[in-house]
């Protein structure tokens, strides 16, 4: 087999591109995200292009100090900041997108010899064109008190008609670029740091910025602790809005994050998800042997199904459990003194069509651990994710986890099998029964199964929902001004 290159990365240039970076890295996990990409010009697309599935996350990182002059009022030094932070990067945003759509080509280096690692399907790619806008946070806050954070405003609409304020932004909901800032960067990817829950906020937020004449809010944040707030129990999804359809415009107000986080279900969350971080160790150790060309086998997680892709779709709360049925499983595996052991465990996926077999192997004396120890792990690891399919004849993937148990070995390896069972015959079935007659993997008739009900939010005494601000035309404008939303400043 070819030894795979290593692939060298940017690392962001200026310190705000290198702390997007870094972000980037941890949430959606260093094989999938980029710094600095470059189009076939040699000039640079973006300064982050995350790419997972359909999902193209292309990030831009701009920052000025020019409200921090003085000898200017605030609205001039405003339309400048503005207009060079947001207005001129959301152009470049529109035309990066573009050339991704195109088809051309993408590289990592100068000299354009390095493309960038990821297929991109320009028809089928969802883009999500995200602008990062530092150095209005001290003049937002000393514009106006009740600005708890100094985050930016922004409403979505048809921006023809100004904001008569400044440290607002008026967002084409045509095309709807995300602009977050200094404070609300690092909120948003602590809270949203895999791709699905990243995925499905933006996602989200599009159906509300395309359902409603306008969406406003007083700061990303604010928008985010509304998006977790709201949950609808038959898709099993956060919202952004209300179910009301007499509504047409909805404005989040100021406060909503700052209440939120003080309340029991966030803090409980917090504490339970502390154990899902095992499940990205495991993912982020086998990104790395592929970044530094040293991932063994025959498949990449950078091209196609693998395994590694399919344990980085799940979601943040069910890492929690995946981690926990990890942990349970390695602190009981059964104490013995025989030379050869093993244990297996089944998992849910959060997917219904998935699931996982964590297998763990005490072996004695092992003479040849890469040549003749791992490849029979690996023969075993299939074989269970076979039984699996057999038992839970719904599945349609199994993915297999193949470790030596850490309660005898010193050192350790992990094995990754990806069995495709969308297609179960049953010459196939019958021959994994077969396979698996002399092991019996999932054949117990003390077989224990337990389920278990999971919530994003563990709650004791329930969820204080905050009435997010609803506002109809014949309303009153939420600016303040005592008008009527349909002839006031956001009559969008």
């Not at 806008?133 to 600005?147: L, R």
């Not at 009301?244 to 909805?250: A, E, Q």
């Not at 989040?252 to 309340?263: A, C, L, M, P, R």
Request: aromatic share 10%; charged share 25%; glycine share 6%.
């Amino acid at each position: 087999m070819e030894t795979p290159l290593p692939i060298i990365k940017s690392e962001g240039v200026t310190p705000t591109e290198k702390v997007l970076a870094g972000l980037c890295e941890r949430s959606f996990l260093k094989l999938w995200c980029y710094p600095n990409p470059l189009n076939e010009k040699g000039d640079e697309l973006c300064d982050v292009l995350a790419v997972f599935g359909d999902h193209v996350f292309l990030f831009f990182d701009r920052e000025s100090q020019i409200l921090s002059k003085e000898n200017k009022d605030t609205w001039t030094n405003w339309g400048r900041w503005k207009k060079k932070v947001v207005d001129a990067q959301i152009r470049t945003a529109n035309g990066a997108e573009r050339y991704i759509r195109s088809g051309r080509g993408i590289y990592l280096d100068r000299e354009l010899k390095v493309p960038f690692p990821i297929a991109i399907d320009p028809v089928s790619m969802i883009s999500h064109k995200i602008i990062i806008a530092h150095g209005a946070k001290k003049a937002c806050e000393e514009f106006s008190d009740n600005n708890i954070y100094g985050s930016l405003a922004v409403t979505y609409g048809d921006n023809s008609f100004p904001i008569p304020f400044p440290f607002m932004i008026s967002l084409d909901k045509e095309n709807p670029v995300h602009v977050f800032d200094s404070h609300n960067l690092p909120i948003l990817f602590e809270e949203l740091d895999t791709f699905y829950d990243f995925s499905s906020y933006l996602d989200a937020k599009s159906l509300a910025i395309k359902k409603y004449d306008a969406l406003s809010y007083c700061g990303e944040e604010d928008l985010l602790a509304h998006y977790f707030l709201n949950f609808d129990s038959a898709t099993k999804r956060h919202f952004i809005g209300t179910p009301d359809t007499d509504i047409n415009f909805v404005m989040i107000g100021e406060g909503e994050w700052s209440d939120f986080i003080k309340q029991e279900c966030y803090r409980n969350k917090k504490v339970a998800d502390k154990v899902s971080y095992l499940w990205d160790e495991i993912i982020q150790r086998t990104c790395e042997n592929t970044l530094n060309g040293t991932l063994l086998g025959n498949s990449s997680p950078l091209t196609g199904r693998s395994p590694i892709h399919e344990m980085a779709k799940e979601p943040r709360f069910h890492r929690r459990a995946l981690s926990e049925h990890m942990i349970r499983a390695i602190q009981n595996f059964p104490e013995s003194t025989q030379p050869i052991m093993r244990n297996l465990t089944f998992m849910s996926s959060f997917y219904e069509d998935k699931g996982y077999v964590f297998l763990q192997l005490k072996v004695d004396r092992i003479k040849d651990y890469e040549n003749e120890y791992r490849p029979k792990r690996q023969a075993m690891l299939r074989i269970a994710c076979g039984a699996a399919k057999n038992k839970f004849p719904h599945l349609k993937m199994v993915i297999g986890i193949a470790i030596d148990a850490p309660k005898y070995s010193k050192r350790n390896s992990e094995d990754f099998i990806l069995l495709d069972c969308s297609e179960w015959s049953s010459e196939i079935r019958e021959q994994f029964q077969k396979e698996n007659e002399g092991i019996g993997f999932l054949m117990s008739e003390n077989l224990a199964i337990q389920q278990k009900t999971l919530r994003e939010f563990p709650v004791t005494h329930g969820i204080e929902k905050k009435t997010h601000v609803k506002v109809g035309r014949n309303a009153p404008c939420p600016c303040g001004s005592g008008k009527k939303y349909k002839k006031c400043c956001i009559n969008i």
